[in-house]
Structures are given as C-alpha cells and as structure tokens.
C-alpha cells in the first residue's frame, strides 16, 4: 500500500490527550505530513491503537518510550515507529515545579523513573545543584505502570522520598490521587520537532529503500591493551569468543549476516529496513552499552548505505574512519550521497541528537579549511557533551593539536562564519579567555 497521498505522507500519534494536542501542534509545521491521532487513556492501549492505524500510516510517532516498548513488544508493525526523547531540558522543568511548590528547606528528596541515571547525575553537576538527592527507578527495562506506581508510592510512603518525577501522565494522575507531591516530565516542543524530523527522515523514498543493502564494520578499540590483563593465551582466545558471540547475537537481531575480517574488525550486512527500525531510526545503537558493560570494550561502528554492495562497503569504510577520528566508541552512517548521519548513541535513548550535517554544511567547511577529521571530532564531542561554546585550549584537545594551530584555524573558520566570538571569560592572572560558538553546529543539537 502506497501511503503516500498528494496531501501528504500518513503519520500516526499515539499518546495522552494531553500529549497529542501538543504533537498535533508542533506537526503544523511540517507540511508532508498528513496526521492520524489516536488517543489512550491507558498506556496498555498504545499497541492496540498502532495495530489499528498499521495500514493506514506510513510512520507512527508515540509520546515516549514506556508505549514505544509497548508497542515494539505486543506488536509486528511492518511501519516506521519512533517515540519522543525525553532531554535535560525536561528534566530542569520539572525539578524548577517541584522545588517551587515544595520549597524545600534543605536537601529535596525525589523518586524519579524512566530517565537514565548518567543524564540525571550530568544535568544536576550542570547546574551544579548539590541540595537534590535522586532514587532512580531500577526495576525491568519496560515496566508496567503499576509497577512505576508502586516504586514511587513505597519511597514516599516510608519517607524516603519527599516528591516524584514520573514520564507517564497515567502515573503522575495515580500519585497525585494518592496525595503524592509530582511533577510530570512532559517533552518539549523541540523534542517533538526532532522526533519529527526523524520520522520524515525514515520515510523519504522508503518503500524503494527497505531492501537495500547495508553494510557495517565493526571494530575493537584499543583491544591489544585490553588483553594485557589476561594472564594466559586460553583467557585471550576464551574472550575472543565471547566478543564473537555477542556480535552474532546482535547481528541476528538484524536478520544479518557477519564474518569476521581478522584482527580486531568484523563486517556485517542487514537490509536498510530494519537497520533503521533496530536503531530507532538511526538513533542510537545499543551494542556500545553492552559491549561496555560485559566486557568494558568499546567499539567504533561505520555503516554505509549504497546503490550496490561494493558502494556500501566503501561509505561503511569511510564512516569506520570516521568513527575512529572521533576518539571511537561511537558510530557514523554514510548514505548515497556521502553526506553522513551521526554520531549516533551507542547506548539506550539519547539525550543529546545532533540531526543529520547535509553536504552543504560539509562543502563550506572544507572549503574553510576544516577537514573531515576536525569535523567528525567537534561533531562527536558536541553530541556527547550538548555544548558548542568552548575555548581554544578545550578545542586543541578535541582535534588533538596545538593550540597555536588551533587559534589559527579558528580565526579562519570565523572569517567563513562558522565559527564566532561569543564572549570572553575572565581569569585571576592573565589576559581574559575568548570563548568561541560553534555556530554552525548550533542549529544541529536538539534542547
């Protein structure tokens, strides 16, 4: 079935009332889309509801993960699907709420679920707020809400925690019934354009494009002093084969094929179709995490699109490059065109998405004098940080030069504008430090 119609491609949004108003809205500004909204009261009903408007979308946009999961669980949707992320931006709302509303006096003690517990610690040291204690919920990967209702209850209830912050509308409704002081994470309006742009993303040319080849490359960063710690050759090859594994594993659950290429590198091939969909439409690759966590290895991903086999191997090769002048443990897609897409998350649900850098972008900064290794290293260190102010000395040590060299070179992007000056900062002894905006990467991180 075409889904495509002259007034537009069909997105279903499935969500609370309250979020699919607010979907509905930021969606006027996407012309291409033609919207079909479905409404639920319980989040149990999200997968009923995708399965309903199945053959009638071409993508389907969810609020957030808890019916994302849901839906991915219950259901075998042959349609693009992608939620909205939740960001920092989210989270320092609703802390300002509760801490307004309670006025705490000293610490703040708050039960918090689906927020991971890196973004939570990063947002706090960001603004440097030492007074808020946090309780993160541990439980399943997917629960149900009355497990969320449950966790957050039992803390409050025993006194262990002061207020809740919940991404689900049903649980917050369920707390404050119970008398329990919350705050609802609601996403923003740019995290609904971004989940957006995703999903017309993941649409374009789509029915051509879902067999497509895709080619990956995988390699084992920095492996030869990680085996240093093996006392013996059986412990060396023992972990070879536990590595070999764990990518079988992953590249089955891409219907893939993989072989290993010697060495510390491994090639696989999936079709475009479901790569996009296990990476929730180029999002985020969780074999990172898990390589980190089971083995505390990291990986560098390149993946490359193509009109034949042997152009996709070559991108995924130029996208590997590209991932290992980042600094590896990270990921970068070539399509077609050789514009790229990336970095993307090596771990669950980013926080920080840079959107896609077009070939204009990367024409101009050649043509500044900023080659693709500069710009794959800001590219992934602006991800994984949500920053584009920095000093020189912070971008010396990103591109790994000097900071002579580096000054020079920032004084030549900023004649091509794409760098500017965007205050200075002030020391004890010595002159004051200019900071520098990366203004041309300003309009690529989400807030």
């Known amino acids: 079935m075409d889904h495509s119609t002259e007034k537009g491609i069909a997105i279903g949004i ?17 012309p291409s889309f033609l919207p079909i909204a479905s409404v639920y009261k319980k989040v149990e009903e999200a997968a009923g509801l995708a399965a309903e408007i199945a053959s009638e979308a071409e993508v389907i946009l969810v609020s957030g993960p808890l019916p994302y999961h849901r839906i991915r669980e219950e259901t075998s949707l042959d349609v ?7 960001t920092d931006t989210s989270f320092y709302r609703s802390l300002s709420r509760l801490k ?11 039960s918090i679920d689906t927020l991971g517990k890196t973004m939570v610690a990063k947002s706090l040291q960001e603004i440097n707020e030492s007074s808020v204690q946090t309780m993160l919920y541990s439980g399943t990967a997917y629960p149900t809400i009355d497990a969320l209702i449950d966790f957050h209850a039992r803390l409050y209830d025993s006194g262990s925690s002061d207020a809740a912050m919940t991404a689900e509308a049903a649980v917050s409704e369920a707390l404050t019934e119970r008398g329990i002081p919350n705050e609802w994470i609601i996403p923003t309006d740019q995290n609904i354009t971004v989940a957006l742009e995703r999903a017309l993303l993941s649409t374009e040319t789509r ?4 067999a497509q080849i895709v080619v990956g490359l995988l390699n084992i960063d920095h492996f030869e002093k990680r085996i240093h710690t093996h006392t013996s050759e059986h412990e060396v090859q023992r972990l070879k084969l536990e590595i070999h594994r764990m990518l079988l594993d992953y590249v089955e659950s891409l219907d893939g094929y993989l072989t290993h290429l010697g060495g510390e590198e491994y090639l696989f091939f999936t079709t475009r179709g479901i790569f996009e969909r296990e990476t929730g439409g180029y999002k985020t690759i969780p074999l990172g ?15 490359g699109f193509g009109r034949s086999a042997n152009e996709a191997g070559t991108h995924a090769r130029s996208a590997l490059r590209k ?16 514009t790229f897409i990336g970095p993307l998350a090596m771990a669950d649900p980013i926080e920080i998405t840079l959107s896609m850098t077009d070939a204009a972008l990367i024409k101009k900064a050649e043509e500044a004098g900023m080659t693709s290794v500069y710009l794959s290293k800001m590219l992934a260190h602006v991800a994984r940080s949500g920053r584009v ?6 971008l010396a040590a990103i591109l790994d030069i000097t900071v002579r060299s580096t000054h020079r070179l920032v004084l030549q992007w900023i004649d091509y504008g794409l760098v500017r000056i965007a205050g200075v900062e002030k020391v004890p002894k010595g002159r004051p430090r200019q900071i520098f905006k990366l203004s041309f990467l300003e309009d690529k991180v989400s807030d």
């Open 289 to 303: 995490k898990h390589a980190n966590q089971k083995f505390g290895l990291s990986l560098s991903i390149g993946i």
């Open 100 to 110: 307004n509303a309670l006025e705490p006096e000293q610490q703040l003690r708050i």
């Open 323 to 338: 991932s290992k002048d980042a600094g590896g443990d990270t990921c970068f897609i070539v399509r077609e065109d050789k």
């Open 80 to 86: 693009a699907l992608h939620y909205v992320p939740l």
């Open 207 to 210: 029915q051509s494009k879902e």
């Open 389 to 394: 102010d920095y000093m020189v000395h912070e």
């Open 14 to 30: 499935i969500g609370p009332e309250v979020m699919v108003n607010r979907m509905m809205k930021v969606l006027q500004a996407f």
